[in-house]
């Protein structure tokens, strides 16, 4: 139905950076928000930065300062900038994307995940 599409992802080097982009498509009425999750082998799934349609972001601690999570709403797109990456970053980076059918059903997606892999 919904049908998030996660590219970007790759190998850096320490200290590079990576752009990621997730966008819908599918039977959207609106997203009410998008954001970012990230899972490293071994761990628990955790907040990256989330983004509503209005712009108010939230950030991880740990990212702030490195990360920036945009949108374009006409393109039901979501990105984050990641740089000086190290690596701990090193993860599989989800998208999820909060959306509005038409019939005013609020429903959760996520992208395929996109391997981010940060060598020393």
């Known amino acids: 139905q919904v049908q998030l599409v996660e590219s970007g992802g790759g190998l850096v080097q320490a200290g590079g950076s990576l752009r990621l982009s997730c966008a819908a498509s599918g039977s959207i009425f609106s997203i009410n928000a998008m954001g970012w999750y990230r899972q490293a082998p071994g761990k628990q799934r955790e907040l990256v930065a989330t983004i509503t349609g209005g712009g108010s972001t939230t950030y991880a601690d740990s990212m702030k300062g490195r990360f920036t999570i945009s949108r374009d709403n006409a393109k039901n797109t979501v990105y984050l900038q990641m740089n000086s990456l190290q690596p701990e970053d090193t993860a599989v980076y989800y998208c999820?994307?909060?959306?509005?059918?038409?019939?005013?059903?609020?429903?959760?997606?996520w992208g395929q995940g996109a391997q981010v892999t940060v060598s020393s």
């Open positions: 999820n994307a909060r959306i509005i059918t038409d019939t005013k059903l609020y429903l959760n997606y």
